[in-house]
């Protein structure tokens, strides 16, 4: 279940309010004989994050499906997504250890959708925060995500006032969706923040002369890609010796969009990874302005980077 964009916090009886945990949304599938992963995307991702392999084990439920979030936390207990991507973007086993030794994750659990083969779904959400409460053992690296009745502005200041990314929203009585992004949820951000597909990219100059300058990015308006700008800031030398490799493995020819980029010396790429950015505003031509690269996710499909509604 997905939430959808809207601007302005607000209080509501109907309501409780969430802080917007800045991280990467998994399903915890459990039973008696393990726990497993799995992505927005559908993937497998329980090798990726051994720190939760044994989520079963914390459970009174036999079995149980739970909504939540793994983050990294920073030195102030705030969420980066910037700590994130040294997990995201690590395979193989050995430095997956290594990784998880140098940057603990946490899993943030807000929903319960089944137990003991009963789907709760259909229950309104208040029902299934109690039902959560009973279910897991919390403590050590599975949190849970502290809901707030009523106060969404207070807990809005909050967020902002901690450099947090934000809020979400649920009505009381929702029953969870699966798979639609839905008015029961809202999320409001402090921070603009946008999921861009990565369409191509510039060489660098000086020091960054053998690697990537700016990626060129774009979003889905239907079934076509959109130009909304290019972001030149944000990265890493790690992180742009990756992109670089990752680039060049998909280049082509011509790039995706209709319209003409009036940028010079693109190297265009096959649209096929998707990057966070943060900006501050988008322009009335549709362009992000002053944006800064947050990372790659890999638990996003390219045809789900849209622009926010208005």
Known sequence: MLPTSTQHPFDSPDHVFEVKWDGVRVLAFCDRSGTRLTSR???????????FKDLHTRLEP???????????????????FELLQKRINVARPTDI????????????????????????????????????DGAVRFGDRILRSEPISEYGLALFEAARARGLEGVVAKRS??????????RDWLKIK????????????????????????????????????RHVGSVGTGFDESTLAALRRRLDSLRKDKGPFRETVPVRGVRWV?????????????????????????????????????????
């Not at 959708?113 to 009963?118: I, P, Q, S, T």
């Not at 009585?173 to 798979?179: L, M």
């Not at 020091?207 to 990015?217: F, H, Y």
């Open 97 to 132: 250890a290594r990784s998880a030794a140098g940057q603990p994750l946490q899993l943030v659990l807000f929903d319960l959708l089944f137990a003991d083969g009963r789907w709760l779904g259909n229950l309104p959400l208040a029902e299934r925060i109690v039902f959560l």
């Open 62 to 80: 036999a079995t149980a499906v739970l909504d939540g979030e793994i983050v990294a936390l920073d030195f102030a207990g705030r969420p980066s």
């Open 190 to 225: 402090t921070v603009y923040d946008l999921d861009c597909v990565v369409c191509g990219y510039t060489a660098g100059n000086n020091s960054r002369s053998s690697s990537v300058g700016a990626l060129l990015l774009g979003v889905y308006e239907g079934t076509e890609l």
């Open 270 to 310: 096959e649209p096929l990874l998707v990057c966070k950015v943060e900006y501050r505003e988008l322009t009335a031509a549709k362009k992000l302005r002053a944006p800064s690269f947050k990372g790659l996710r890999d638990d996003k499909r390219p045809q789900e980077c849209r622009l926010p509604e208005s």
């Open 41 to 51: 995307a559908k993937r497998d991702v329980t090798h990726q994050y051994p720190e």
């Open 173 to 182: 009585a929702s029953h969870y969706v699966p798979g639609k992004r839905t």
